[in-house]
């Protein structure tokens, strides 16, 4: 019998075909003769899109409904990665879109490739975002991703002559098929400009905020869809635009150029992504940027609170709002503007309201790292929320002084403004005094977080704290980009893992089955020939699929340590050159990661390693035996092809500097086995593994502060490791950088003289280590048989598990059933 089916939702392999061409020529307005394959992946996305609408719709009614609790998350970064394969994933159609997508002359891996993978993030913050989006979606819990729409996100990385060049990402070039923008859902942002005083009609003193200047937020709202669920939720990112009065006629007759350059200025707020993690910057379009999204995302959350009936008062039970580190802090006294000055709401219920509501996240312990801003600059950009930090902070040291009178001390410690010649803003005072919960994103950071960072605010208020180990996505990052691997896990243990990843722990019984093994190494050997062939392509280097894949790829930073890894590369290199017959396991040592583009130490980095891979590629006496690869341009797309083949996860912080790492998770749920410090999660990771399933190197937290106490000094580990010493006299004479003696002076000298991270103090632990990691891989019936316990042992990661305790402990969020949408 003929079945007919709607051409925009069928999911038969003939609708697909028949919805794939139809879009192919009314959409992208192409036939076969003249289509790109940009137009045939543009064509398929919104094949897909029709295909969740439904979802999409239906999620909205079923959550825009008095009783629900959202969750809100708020967060300058969203690094989603590519839609398109994850959307198959999720709507459960990938095999049918296959088929119709090859009997339509195509290749879907190909038009997957296709797509520019909006990069709105730097790195871990960002991609944790996305993770996070994936597993609210799947566990069905109503949420809103609120963020910026970048014009540009982060800047592709292209290698000259070893030194990083950025390029900017042009990433909305050929249209975005995955976003819908709202703009009946515009708001109004004000900046600048003054305040006035002034006693309102019931006899109450009231504050008004006469702007400088305004701008627009239009929101875009993509769709985030969970497992084979009916949920859609929804990540809604605004794009800052210049409001209609400040265009020509009556407001600007006859200054027509000023009234373009008024509409360029407003729009540079949300024009391009910082790209610098870690040291903080006060740079006013970044506070501008900040405050912008999250006045937007906050008048929403208002707006949709009122609409389903909801009184202000009890905001705090349909909405809990989420800061993605400080970033949206200023969320706390924008909260409490719109609640006094534009809603009427007493000032100690406004209070009240925001801290139930609030809820911060911290994601780093780098003190350079931590946000604040100049008083002044401050002041001119947001005038009225200068006042109400300084209410905030003259109520909380009251407090404060009540729990420890006479404490001088602990108050300027603890006060939202830093004193001195020059006055601060401290963001994570004014998120940590606002919020009912502070989280950290590892058990160490957690508790690292109580002792040192926020120790205070741990005195004071002890049951804020918390720990929320980070997650990972398992659909992303097992079933998408390691889809062998999946298929032979859930062909041993079935498929419920992929909801539900300790379910990964059956695997246990299958590490010691000699045929099972033997599939397990076939599917990293694959993986690895892939990539062997797409480091060909991007490099023109040959690699040995054969070899042990050693790999480090996240942001370059020097609490990270690459060039702790580039130290034993030179190491092994030296004993080679020393020994030509030296058998040692091939190694392949691959890179990847971007520096900011100010970070001059972060660049010299990345100079130095493609200067040891020329020298060591080229040297026909290490050849079969070494290689290095810097892979330019590292993001989520590249990720999704570098996990599965790597066979040594390199997690080398200095203790107590790594956050969590989420890499480090990834890299374990794909079968590698982890090289690594007492660091972040790598203590979990390490846990959960078993300790002989992990390569342990390097100090501990604690030895590296009694060491920094007692006086570190680098120059007695040079002087007393006659190998260390030898790698850092060629580096200085120029060993790697011919014609150029000098060119790593600066690393050189930063190594012996400071050595900040304690490179040196761990350089023979690691050495150590690497070898012992060399001799094991030899055993590759053991090295295997770790391997699958070590991916076994990793169900703990997964964003699944972290985002249920957020909604148990912090959000007091729970599913909400979908209907699709007729
Ligand atoms: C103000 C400049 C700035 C920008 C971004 C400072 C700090 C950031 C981020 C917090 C940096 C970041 O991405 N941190 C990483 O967050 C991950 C997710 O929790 C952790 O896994 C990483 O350890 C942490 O470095």
Same mark, same amino acid.
């Given at each position: ?374 008083? *002044? ?5 947001l005038p009225r929320h200068l006042e109400i930090i300084f209410e905030i902070n003259r109520r909380f040291l009251q407090e404060v002084s009540a729990k420890f009178p006479g404490d001088t001390g602990r108050l300027a410690r603890l006060s939202l403004i830093q004193e001195g010649p020059e006055k601060f803003v401290r963001m994570a005072h004014l998120a940590s005094a606002g919020s009912h919960a502070i989280n950290g994103v590892a058990a160490l950071h957690s508790e690292l977080l109580k002792r040192d960072v926020l120790r205070d605010f741990y005195e004071l208020s002890p049951e804020k704290f918390s720990n929320k180990t980070n997650g990972v996505t398992p659909r992303r990052w ?11 896990? *859930? ?126 590629? $080229? ?29 040594? $996860? ?140 070590? *991916? ?31």
């Amino acid at each position: 019998p003929v079945q007919i089916e709607d051409d925009r939702t069928g999911l038969s392999v003939e609708t697909l075909k028949r919805a794939f061409a139809d879009n192919l020529f009314y959409i992208q307005g192409k036939n076969a003769d003249i289509a790109t394959l940009n137009d045939y992946y543009m064509a398929l996305a919104y094949t897909v899109r029709d295909r969740l609408l439904h979802r999409w719709l239906g999620t909205i009614k079923a959550q825009l409904k008095p009783k629900v609790k959202v969750v809100y998350y708020l967060s300058a970064e969203f690094l989603m990665g590519p839609h398109l394969g994850n959307n198959l994933i999720n709507l459960g159609i990938y095999d049918q879109v296959r088929q119709a997508i090859q009997e339509s002359g195509l290749n879907l891996d190909e038009l997957i490739a296709q797509e520019e993978e909006p990069g709105l993030g730097n790195g871990g913050l960002g991609r944790l975002a996305a993770c996070y989006l994936d597993s609210l979606a799947a566990l069905e819990i109503p949420a809103i991703g609120y963020g910026l729409r970048y014009e540009f996100g982060i800047f592709d990385q292209e290698i000259r002559d070893g030194w990083q060049v950025e390029i900017t990402d042009k990433w909305l070039r050929y249209g975005n098929p995955w976003e819908i923008a709202r703009p009946e859902a515009t708001v109004e942002v004000k900046l600048g400009g003054h305040t006035e005083a002034f006693v309102d009609g019931a006899g109450r003193y009231r504050v008004r905020w006469i702007p400088g200047r305004t701008i627009v937020g239009v929101p875009y709202d993509t769709p985030v869809l969970g497992f084979k669920n009916n949920t859609a939720n929804t990540l809604r990112l605004w794009k800052a635009e210049a409001p209609e009065s400040f265009d020509f006629q009556a407001f600007n007759l006859g200054d027509y150029y000023g009234a373009v350059n008024a509409k360029m200025y407003s729009e540079n707020i949300s024009k391009v992504l910082y790209p610098n993690d870690e040291p903080m910057q006060g740079r006013e379009l970044r506070l501008e940027q900040q405050f912008f999204f999250v006045s937007c995302s906050l008048q929403d959350i208002i707006r949709r609170h009122l609409y389903v009936g909801g009184k202000l008062e009890n905001l705090d039970k349909n909405a809990a709002i989420q800061l993605n580190d400080t970033h949206p802090s200023i969320g706390i006294a924008e909260l409490m503007r719109l609640l006094v000055d534009e809603h009427n709401v007493d000032w100690d219920t406004a209070w009240q309201i925001t801290q139930d509501t609030f809820a911060y996240t911290n994601h780093t312990l780098l003190p350079e790292a931590l946000e604040r801003w100049p008083l *002044s600059l401050f002041g001119s950009l947001l005038p009225r929320h200068l006042e109400i930090i300084f209410e905030i902070n003259r109520r909380f040291l009251q407090e404060v002084s009540a729990k420890f009178p006479g404490d001088t001390g602990r108050l300027a410690r603890l006060s939202l403004i830093q004193e001195g010649p020059e006055k601060f803003v401290r963001m994570a005072h004014l998120a940590s005094a606002g919020s009912h919960a502070i989280n950290g994103v590892a058990a160490l950071h957690s508790e690292l977080l109580k002792r040192d960072v926020l120790r205070d605010f741990y005195e004071l208020s002890p049951e804020k704290f918390s720990n929320k180990t980070n997650g990972v996505t398992p659909r992303r990052w097992i079933m998408l980009s390691n889809p062998e691997l999946a298929f032979l896990i *859930s062909e041993s243990i079935g498929d419920g893992w992929i909801k539900n990843l300790g379910e990964l722990r059956e695997l246990e019984r299958f590490a010691n089955d000699k045929e099972f093994q033997s599939r397990w190494r076939q599917i990293k050997l694959n993986n690895k020939t892939n990539l062997t062939e797409y480091i060909r392509k991007r490099t023109g280097l040959v690699v040995d699929p054969h070899s042990l894949f050693d790999i480090q790829v996240k942001r370059i930073h020097e609490y990270k340590r690459q060039h702790l890894n580039v130290l034993y590369i030179i190491t092994l290199y030296n004993r080679l050159k020393q020994n030509p017959e030296l058998e040692i396991t091939p190694r392949t040592f691959i890179f990847g990661g971007k520096a900011a583009p100010g970070y001059f130490m972060a660049k010299l980095i990345i100079k130095l390693i493609n200067s040891v891979a020329a020298v060591v590629n $080229s040297d026909p006496d290490v050849r079969g035996r070494l290689k290095v690869v810097f892979l330019p341009d590292y993001n989520v797309t590249f990720g999704q092809r570098v996990y599965p083949a790597a066979e040594l $996860s390199e997690q080398i912080s200095t203790a107590g500097k790594e956050a969590s790492g989420t890499g480090n998770m990834k890299f374990s749920m794909n079968g590698a086995l982890t090289i690594g410090t007492l660091d972040g999660a790598n203590v979990e990771i390490r846990e959960e593994a078993g300790e002989e399933n992990f390569f342990l190197f390097g100090l501990t937290t604690e030895e590296v502060y009694a060491l920094k106490a007692r006086g570190y000094n680098p120059w007695d580990y040079y002087n007393g490791n006659p190998a260390l010493r030898q790698v850092i006299d060629q580096l200085a004479s120029g060993v790697f950088s011919p014609g150029e003696a000098h060119l790593f002076e600066p690393l050189v000298d930063h190594l012996i003289h400071r050595d900040e991270y304690l490179l040196l103090a761990d350089y023979q632990s690691y050495v150590e280590c690497q070898d012992r990691v060399g001799e094991a891989y030899r055993d590759q019936e053991h090295w295997t048989r770790m391997s699958i316990l070590n *991916s076994a042992r990793m169900g703990k990661f997964s964003s699944d598990r972290a985002i249920r305790e957020y909604c148990e402990d912090i959000w007091g969020a729970v599913a909400v059933d979908v209907a699709l949408e007729e």
